[in-house]
């Protein structure tokens, strides 16, 4: 049996604005479920691969609902720690026709949010020869940051390929300076380190994607892809480099997601043997189905409507089960 993918982060609860309006004059929500990680997992999972997540939840509504989520997409719960302590996170996404949603958390002193190094050593990583993760998970506590310091450990220990994408969000870090050295630091331990373009603009005050991917690579990291919107992306490693071409996006219904249907793509293209570059099209590929697609994960591709969109077949999105 092949081994798989481990995924770490903070799952949470997702409340969709249903009428288009600031978050304090909105009269109904959705319901779903969140996390750039937890996107990825759901990604992967519906391209086929073996993917399990590591995190901490409360025993509450939400985290019943996530293991549920989990288990209906065939991601293994094994990692998963349970506490009556604390909750399980949640958040607010509004509705809007352009631009990107407004977002409240409610993640303070979440189950998450206590995730410590104790936890992450107490676990087997035998079943998993890849780690991905986000610069969400450390910014959530210093207890966090101390378990993505374990994570790492024990995905060199196991010999894991350590994939990273930075998705910053600076109003959980709080000191942005503090939030700029640590993602740059931990660009240098990234065998697959992704950030995109206006991220490297705060990360490096750079915007050229060849000059962000020579820093970067200059920094350790062993290969680089700079996410450029709908422009596509730029990959650079010791023995390629090139850009590939976006895919045409019909109408853009929500961007959030978009960087995690990216990594997903990438992740299990390069898994599957294809090369840096086809891996970086279909990256693209799944970010243009995520945009057009309401929801953090709802659209994320089948196999067959990944193949179908990228083929450029007009009837390629089918209703999942």
Not at 53 to 74: A, C, E, S, W
Not at 296 to 309: V, Y
Request: with cysteine; aromatic share 8%.
């Amino acid at each position: 049996m092949s081994k798989g993918i481990l995924l770490a982060g903070e799952p949470m609860g997702l409340f969709i604005a249903q009428n288009k309006a600031p978050l304090e004059d909105v009269t109904g929500y959705s319901m779903a479920l969140a996390g750039a990680e937890f996107n990825v997992a759901i990604g992967m999972s519906r391209l086929g691969h073996t993917v399990g997540y590591l995190t901490k939840l409360g025993n509450d509504p939400f985290g019943k609902r996530i293991v549920k989520i989990m288990n209906q997409n065939n991601i293994s719960t094994e990692l998963i720690t349970h506490t009556d302590e604390r909750t399980t996170g949640f958040m607010l996404k509004s509705s809007v026709e352009q631009g990107d949603p407004e977002i409240f958390y409610y993640r303070k002193g979440s189950a998450a949010s206590t995730l410590s190094a104790g936890d992450v050593h107490a676990l087997d990583f035998a079943r998993y020869d890849t780690l991905h993760m986000t610069g969400i998970l450390p910014a959530l506590s210093d207890s966090t940051r101390e378990a993505t310091a374990a994570l790492l450990e024990k995905a060199r220990e196991n010999k894991m390929l350590f994939s990273f994408d930075p998705n910053l969000r600076p109003q959980l870090w709080g000191d942005r300076q503090k939030m700029i050295d640590y993602m740059n630091r931990m660009s240098g331990e990234c065998d697959i380190f992704l950030p995109g373009v206006a991220e490297a603009g705060i990360l490096l005050e750079e915007h050229r994607p060849e000059y962000i991917a020579e820093a970067y690579l200059k920094r350790g990291a062993k290969t680089v892809i700079v996410k450029l919107g709908g422009k596509g992306a730029y990959y650079a490693s010791s023995s390629s480099s090139g850009y590939v071409a976006g895919f045409p996006v019909e109408t853009i219904v929500d961007t959030v997601g978009a960087g995690d249907g990216f990594a997903a793509g990438v992740l299990s293209a390069l898994r599957e043997g294809l090369s840096l570059e086809d891996a970086v099209r279909r990256g693209n590929a799944i970010g243009a189905i995520q945009v057009m697609s309401l929801g953090d994960n709802d659209g994320l591709p089948t196999r067959e409507e990944l193949d179908a969109f990228m083929n450029g077949k007009k009837d390629w999105r089918k209703e999942h089960v």
